[in-house]
């Protein structure tokens, strides 16, 4: 039985879960109750999981990741600007 669309799914969930606070965020210009370490660390985290998805040819760890990591750093940068 083929289960890669589990890996799809998990990736699409985790992926948008982001999407609501970036929309907040960038709408606001208001991060102050954001983590910077707690950003920092996902945006390696997800940055280490695509290179990963890339070495070992995975597409649902790549797609997941191409999309999450952009949009972890743009809260990061966020952040920095709007503390």
């Not at 985790?14 to 609501?20: A, E």
């Not at 707690?38 to 890339?54: E, H, K, N, P």
């Amino acid at each position: 039985m083929e289960i890669v669309w589990l890996g799809y799914v998990a990736g699409l969930l985790t992926t948008v879960g982001f999407v609501p606070q970036l929309v907040k965020s960038w709408r606001m210009k208001e991060t102050k109750d954001l983590s910077l370490p707690m950003l920092m660390i996902m945006d390696a985290g997800l940055s280490l999981w695509l290179i990963y998805g890339m070495m070992i040819g995975d597409p649902a760890l790549i797609a997941a990741n191409s999309v999450s990591t952009p949009i972890t750093f743009t809260l990061t940068g966020l952040k920095l600007r709007y503390g």
